[in-house]
């Protein structure tokens, strides 16, 4: 970003009009340059698509590091051992891909932490004293984001009752320390009263994922914007166009089923799945 800074005029670019734009943990990342002091002079706008800070996956916090490292030490079996950077050294690479593949413990491993340097504070705590750039900012989701999560069970079954009871375990997993009454009024928002295929079985699902990990996100940070920064432009976008067939074989091998899941809405513009209606849509 520096160096664009300084070299952008050079290619007929103007350094006090740059855009920095990221898509997923690219879009967290633009997120944290706007929550990094050190970095709002090189940029003057920014596009967030699904990712910013605000995000459960984005940013670890201290007790998920503590709870992670130790239920990783333990995994390789290093928890008891008073050197503990040594008996990492003797690990074997197939044990430690075993463990940091693991869904156990559901860790994300690489996403950043709050440093006190790049990232000064918790991000909740910096949108709350209001410390975060100030600029025109584009925030974009797809509609069945965490299809890309969710794809792998029409593998396994055509049966209704599979997807439901998917459903429910994910609201057991995510809401296990809460009220019967949450529970119930997420099937209330999430479960239609007639489900008749089983792709729409599996639509719960992608619905109530997509919020969690992708959606809530990126709207509260929009709101957050709308409401303290009423100077600069906020525009928030849904892409919600499913192609006929992935253009991304490695993120959806098995198609799209009608979905507009994760990263879909980065269309590959020589893909003989680019559309004219998806470019009219982009």
Same mark, same amino acid.
């Given at each position: 970003?520096?160096?664009?800074?300084? #070299?952008?005029?050079? /290619? &007929? +670019?103007?350094?006090?009009?740059?855009?920095?734009? %990221? $898509?997923?943990?690219?879009?967290?990342?633009?997120?944290?340059?706007?929550?990094?002091?050190?970095?709002?002079?090189?940029?003057?706008?920014?596009?967030?698509?699904?990712?910013?800070?605000?995000?459960?996956?984005?940013?670890?916090?201290?007790?998920?590091?503590?709870?992670?490292?130790?239920?990783?030490?333990?995994?390789?079996?290093?928890?008891?051992?008073?050197?503990?950077?040594?008996?990492?050294?003797?690990?074997?690479?197939?044990?430690?891909?075993?463990?940091? #593949?693991?869904?156990? /413990? &559901? +860790?994300?491993?690489?996403?950043?932490?709050?440093? %006190? $340097?790049?990232?000064?504070?918790?991000?909740?705590?910096?949108?709350?004293?209001?410390?975060?750039?100030?600029?025109?900012?584009?925030?974009?989701?797809?509609?069945?984001?965490?299809?890309?999560?969710?794809?792998?069970?029409?593998?396994?079954?055509?049966?209704?009752?599979?997807?439901?009871?998917?459903?429910?375990?994910?609201?057991?997993?995510?809401?296990?320390?809460?009220?019967?009454?949450?529970?119930?009024?997420?099937?209330?928002?999430?479960?239609?009263?007639?489900?008749?295929?089983?792709?729409?079985?599996?639509?719960?699902?992608?619905?109530?994922?997509?919020?969690?990990?992708?959606?809530?996100?990126?709207?509260?940070?929009?709101?957050?914007?709308?409401?303290?920064?009423?100077?600069?432009?906020?525009?928030?976008?849904?892409?919600?166009?499913?192609?006929?067939?992935?253009?991304?074989?490695?993120?959806?091998?098995?198609?799209?089923?009608?979905?507009?899941?994760?990263?879909?809405?980065?269309?590959?513009?020589?893909?003989?799945?680019?559309?004219?209606?998806?470019?009219?849509?982009?």
């Amino acid at each position: 970003m520096k160096w664009v800074k300084e #070299n952008i005029a050079y /290619f &007929g +670019g103007n350094p006090k009009s740059i855009t920095i734009f %990221g $898509e997923s943990a690219g879009g967290a990342s633009v997120s944290a340059h706007t929550l990094s002091k050190g970095s709002w002079e090189l940029f003057d706008r920014a596009i967030l698509q699904s990712g910013n800070m605000l995000m459960p996956w984005a940013i670890m916090t201290d007790s998920y590091i503590k709870d992670g490292l130790k239920w990783f030490l333990g995994k390789v079996n290093c928890d008891n051992d008073e050197n503990v950077l040594e008996c990492l050294r003797n690990v074997t690479e197939d044990t430690l891909k075993i463990a940091v #593949n693991s869904k156990e /413990f &559901g +860790g994300i491993w690489t996403a950043p932490n709050v440093d %006190g $340097e790049f990232i000064a504070d918790k991000p909740q705590k910096l949108w709350e004293d209001r410390d975060v750039k100030i600029q025109n900012i584009i925030i974009g989701i797809t509609k069945d984001e965490m299809f890309v999560g969710q794809q792998q069970l029409l593998q396994k079954s055509t049966n209704i009752s599979y997807y439901l009871k998917n459903f429910e375990e994910l609201l057991k997993m995510h809401f296990k320390n809460s009220s019967k009454a949450v529970h119930e009024k997420a099937r209330e928002l999430y479960l239609p009263k007639c489900i008749p295929s089983y792709l729409e079985a599996l639509k719960p699902s992608v619905a109530f994922e997509s919020d969690r990990w992708m959606i809530c996100g990126s709207r509260q940070e929009a709101k957050l914007r709308s409401k303290h920064m009423n100077t600069t432009n906020v525009y928030v976008f849904q892409y919600s166009h499913a192609p006929l067939a992935s253009y991304i074989p490695s993120l959806y091998p098995y198609g799209v089923f009608g979905f507009a899941g994760h990263a879909l809405d980065v269309e590959v513009r020589n893909s003989a799945f680019y559309t004219e209606r998806a470019s009219v849509i982009q």
